[in-house]
């Protein structure tokens, strides 16, 4: 089924439902505000902004950006791009610059755009885009067919569960995703998984209030998929996984530590780049492990991953393979360096050539 607008309203409303477009299309989309012209600044601003954005949102550690391109009220355009937190760089770079496309295309000449896809979403307006809970725009997805009458009950029970769950951990960490088991024997879905995220630019606080108002009813449309999406937050549940395993969840830094001599000469530059992965086992403290990681290392200008907490990370391996704009790459000379991999102990060329292996830190 082809996606249809959403429907403004002055309160949170659900808006539109759609069935799923495939990931590379857009969901859901609203048309608002004014019109322009071919010959207006205005649109000359909103070429502008679809030059410039879709580069910025990628770039950035967070995914996501706010801009605005115009000097004078009649020509402004202010624009907030968002990519899901496990969505690759480039991904997110395509998925910005196809939503600018189709934005303008499916609600032609309109000066007030939202439109949502599986990894990404857009909004533009002469406006301001600001956070306002008593004026939400939501969109609704129905995804797949309806729940088993046999196991609505138990399959409704585990998507309150998991959409609880993860919009409340979403809340402190941008996004989270999490999983349901099904008790009831007759169904044929297992699991349950769902997906939370909030906008960087919310704080916490405002963070939880679009999530709450947004994740009031989960599950009514008794289909066996959902989405809801504003510009600011959204949530989404499927019987299978949608999102990234294998990386998904948690959050990692990036820290280029400088050592020369050894441990006593320390510089530290602290580069922090929010890559999201999945919860992992329990992992060594980068303090209790930092006097031998520095004793492998001496004389040598290294990087270490880290998780937000301070545990040493044992997923990221090559370093091109995390996030890092190209600006950053060459501020610290990537190329140059050598690298610790799993628990920091593995010490590795610049040219991926093994100068010393050793033992892995214990869990």
Known sequence: MKPVPVVAALALVIAAVTSASPSTGYWAFNCDGGNYSM?????????????VLPGAASSSPSLSHTEFVGSNKEDR?????????DTEANNCKKC?????????AVCRFRKSVSIYYDTCSLGFSEKNIRFHPENLQAAYGADGPQVPVQCKKEFNKAVSAVISDVARKAVGARYASGKENLDEHGCRYKLVYGFAECSPQLPPAECQLCLEDLTAQPGFSGNVGER??????????????FFKSSKGGHRTLWIVVGIVGG???????????????RMPAKRPSAIDFFDAITVTAEGKMIALFLDYDGTLSPIVKIPEKAFM????????????????????????????KTLCNRSRAPQ
């Open 39 to 51: 010959t207006s600044k205005y649109l000359h601003s909103l070429e502008e902004m679809a030059a």
């Open 77 to 85: 355009v202010h624009a907030l791009a968002t990519c899901r937190g």
């Open 96 to 104: 910005l610059t196809q939503a600018f496309q189709d934005a303008r």
């Open 228 to 241: 809801k999406a504003t510009l600011y937050c959204n949530y989404r549940f499927e019987p299978t996984q």
């Open 263 to 277: 441990a006593a000469t320390i510089a530290l530059i602290v580069l922090i780049f929010l890559l999201w992965w």
């Open 325 to 352: 704009s190209e600006e950053v790459k060459d501020f610290i000379q990537l190329e140059n360096l050598h690298y610790a991999g799993s628990h920091g102990m593995d010490i590795k060329l610049s040219v991926w």
